[in-house]
């Protein structure tokens, strides 16, 4: 029996890490082929698509980066992310707090009603703020941007960090409050450096929602000058066939940054991207 | 100690901030957007009241919706059956303390880290007919082909639904290996010297242990194809001849290209509905399985 068993795992093991090597292949072959392609002339992309290109063009790089507005796109989108990130991880964590460890009647029921906001699309608020922006008269789509994707991360982050806050024990305040500290200080002072792991997370997990929005840029922004970076490179589809090259280094250029970080940070971002659904 | 906790300021100062932005921009326009579904409006002219018009319309004359929900199900569906089976394979095999199991994991979630964005143009280089990756590789083992997989009307919407399923299987791969994680391992040994082999394990032990998991990738794979729209507008903007158009598209073009404000809110009505109401039936589809 046994050896029948070792006998036949081996060929088992082999069969799972062919399996997966042919899927990582999958995954990244074509990232590889999207950058070989970049540093090509339109020719070569055409007439060798699989060798290496014979003319390294970095250059393209440089020239996507400045001649095509990216350097603007890409500010901007750091903008809407850093400051739409630290509002809403603000205000989330108190409000978190408020709704764990405060002892009031509509806490049970504002909780819900706030998670009950993970359930709406984003298609149904864009009509209605569009219309009100408009006859508001607001021009700047900075406000409104940052109030939706501050808006649409407030539900996930305070089911986070409220998790996180009820896990700790309530004498860390008991102890500050007997000292005489008030109870928004101790939180400040006592709670907040205890919830770093959690707002590492919830930060991650925001801040990639930002940064990959396209919906909500595409309905708020007219001007060039305030485009995100997803809304930006969207356009070099257009002139596709005349310049491949431009196109693929705009891609290279998104993805790359998220490459760098999570190749340095993989764990924290796996486990920040997936913690609101585990938690669920 | 007490006192302060149910200090009355206290609390309005921690929870309204995070609460009046999210009213402002949640709740709110989403009751202002089913009431703009009973109205006709271009935002320019005056506003008027037609009551369940743009419904009839839309469930009786709109022949595009009904196309839109049918590719909006299939996008569901295919998204489903193309994700989870393939998430789960990958993450019963890696959670078996392979060699190399962090580096694989990491390379198959790599994906979800990129913009919807970036993906959909990296699938419309790989897709195009004449420089694409597919029909290259397809060259290479002997098939020629000239095929445009986004700009033909029976490839086009798979080509989108396979595009997402390449971005986000690591997603629900790594949300399994979670939930096979916080097996316990004794339950796992103590089957093993049972006399379970692997299969036996995996569907009478594992698989049922994770229906809490499985649940939860559910709706999100479910809620998420139903709202799916960046990809359909990079890759082939709803076309060709409506073939990938789904609900998300449909109502964008209706509101913001040919501005229907009221009409485009009736299908966002519709679109919410949906999200909010296979949601419910997902939660109790699996809690009446949970009870077996």
Same mark, same amino acid.
């Given at each position: 029996m ?5 006998g ?12 997966l ?5 999958a995954?990244i ?6 950058l070989?392609?970049?540093l ?10 699989f ?10 790089y440089?020239d ?6 990216v ?9 809407y ?8 991880v ?9 709704l ?16 009950l906001?993970?359930?709406v699309?984003m ?5 209605p703020?569009?219309i ?8 700047? !789509?900075? %406000?409104?941007l940052?109030? =939706? @994707?501050?808006?649409?991360a407030i539900p996930t982050?305070i $089911?986070?960090v409220s998790? &996180?806050?009820?896990?700790l024990?309530?004498?860390l ?8 500290c008030?109870?928004?200080?101790a939180?400040?002072?006592?709670i907040?450096?205890?919830l770093? !792991?959690v %707002?590492?997370?919830?930060? =991650? @997990?925001?801040f ?6 396209f $919906?909500?840029?595409?309905? &708020?922004i007219s ?8 809304l ?22 998104? %993805?790359?940054?998220?490459? =760098?970080?999570?190749?340095v ?6 486990s920040?991207?997936?913690a609101g659904?585990?938690k669920? | ?7 009355r ?8 901030p ?5 009213l402002?921009f949640?709740?709110?326009p989403a ?9 006709k ?7 008027k009241?037609?009551?369940l018009?743009n419904?009839?319309f839309l469930f009786a004359?709109?022949y595009v919706f009904w196309i ?5 199900l ?5 998204s ?6 393939m ?20 390379v198959?979630?790599?994906p979800?880290?990129?913009?919807g964005?970036?993906?959909?143009l990296m699938?419309?280089?790989v897709?195009h ?9 397809l060259a ?9 997989w ?7 919407l798979?080509?989108?639904v396979?595009?997402l ?16 994680t ?6 796992i ?12 394990l995996?569907?009478n ?7 809490p ?11 998420s ?22 609900l ?8 913001f ?5 009221g ?6 009505t519709v ?6 109401g296979?949601t419910v ?12």
């Open positions: 046994n050896r029948v068993l070792t036949r795992q081996p060929i088992i093991k082999i069969i799972k890490y062919m399996f090597c042919i899927y990582s292949i995954i072959y074509p990232l590889l082929f999207v070989m392609s970049s090509k002339s339109n020719n070569e992309i055409f007439s060798t698509p060798a290496l290109p014979t003319v390294w063009n970095f250059k393209i440089y996507v980066w400045t001649k095509f507005n350097q603007v796109y890409f500010l901007n989108s750091v903008y992310a850093t400051v739409s990130v630290a509002i809403c603000v205000i989330s964590c108190m409000a978190a707090y408020g764990t460890r405060m002892k009031w009647k509509l806490k049970g029921a504002t909780f819900a009603f706030i998670l906001g993970l359930m699309p298609h149904s608020e864009v009509v703020l569009y009100g922006l408009n006859k508001l008269g607001f021009r700047d !789509p900075k %406000i409104t940052i109030g =939706i @994707f501050v808006a649409f982050t $089911f986070i998790g &996180f806050i009820q896990s024990p309530i004498e305040e008991e102890s500050a409050v007997i000292e005489g008030g109870l928004i200080k939180f400040f002072l006592i907040v450096p205890l770093k !792991p %707002i590492a997370t919830v930060i =991650i @997990f925001n990639l929602g930002v940064w990959n929005d $919906f909500a840029g595409l309905i &708020f001007q060039e000058g305030d485009k995100t970076l997803q930006g490179i969207s356009r070099f589809q257009g002139n596709f066939s005349t310049r491949y090259a431009d196109l693929l280094a705009a891609i290279m250029i998104t %993805i790359i940054p998220s490459i =760098i970080v999570y190749s940070l993989q764990d924290q971002i796996i920040g991207l997936t659904a585990v669920g | 100690m007490d006192r302060m906790l149910r200090d300021k206290t609390i309005l100062i921690l929870v309204l995070a609460f009046i932005i999210f402002i949640i709740p709110a009751v202002v957007s089913v009431l703009l579904s009973l109205v409006w271009d935002m320019i002219g005056e506003m009241f037609v009551g018009d419904f009839k004359t709109d839109a929900v049918k590719n909006t299939i996008f569901v569906v295919t489903a059956i193309l994700q989870m089976p998430a789960f394979l990958l993450a019963n095999i890696l959670s078996r303390g392979m060699k190399g199991k962090t580096f694989f994991r990491n198959i979630f790599l979800v880290t990129f913009s964005v970036a993906v959909s699938f419309y280089f897709y007919p004449e420089v694409g990756l597919l029909n290259r590789l290479l083992i002997g098939i020629n082909t000239d095929l445009s986004l700009g033909n009307e029976k490839t086009a798979l080509a989108v396979f595009t399923a390449w971005q986000w299987i690591g997603y629900h791969m790594v949300i399994f290996m979670a939930g096979i916080n097996i316990p391992v004794e339950l040994e103590a089957a093993k010297i049972d006399g379970c082999n692997e299969w036996k995996t569907w032990i594992i698989f049922p242990l994770l229906l998991v499985i649940k939860i990738s559910a709706v999100l794979i479910v809620t194809s139903l709202k799916a729209f960046d990809m359909v507008y990079i890759m082939t903007f709803g076309g060709p001849n409506h073939a990938s158009e789904v998300a598209s449909h109502m964008y073009t209706k509101t290209a040919q501005m229907k404000f009409y485009g809110s009736a299908i966002a679109l919410m509905f949906l999200c909010i296979s039936l997902i939660n109790r589809m699996f809690t009446s399985k949970d009870v077996e």
